[in-house]
């Protein structure tokens, strides 16, 4: 098991920035593939961002720009900055980490484990 804690999510207006925080266990987590997916109320989850072992990152087309995944293998967490906020950003982001894979994915079934999520909410 990897246990994934996702932290930064809150209320925050339109063109507003926040930063979430998904921090693991294990001591391989250097070697995850990590990503972000969201899913907004009656909406299936959708892929946000993803960032591989190397460093080799890849985003959903319509985010490229406002959001930046990054890691911090020393801290073994994962980031997510968003700026730019706009009302259709809001949703529930879950933080996603492969113990398999060795390169980015935007497919769910490739990560096998998943954090409980934190409500982001862009109010207009």
């Known amino acids: 098991q990897v246990p994934l804690a996702e932290s930064g999510g809150g209320l925050v207006q339109a063109g507003g920035s926040l930063r979430l925080s998904c921090a693991a266990s294990?001591?391989?987590?250097?070697?995850?593939?990590m990503g972000w997916f969201r899913q907004a109320p009656g909406k299936e989850r959708e892929f946000v961002a993803t960032i591989g072992w190397l460093g080799l990152v890849d985003y959903a087309d319509s985010l490229k720009g406002r959001f930046t995944i990054s890691r911090d293998n020393a801290k073994n967490t994962v980031y997510l900055r968003m700026n730019s906020l706009k009302p259709e950003d809001t949703a529930v982001y879950y933080c996603?980490?492969?113990?398999?894979?060795?390169?980015?994915?935007?497919?769910?079934?490739?990560?096998?484990?998943w954090g409980q999520g934190t409500q982001v909410t862009v109010s207009s």
């Open positions: 294990g001591r391989t987590f250097s070697t995850y593939t």
């Open positions: 996603a980490a492969s113990s398999w894979l060795r390169t980015t994915s935007d497919r769910p079934q490739t990560y096998d484990y």
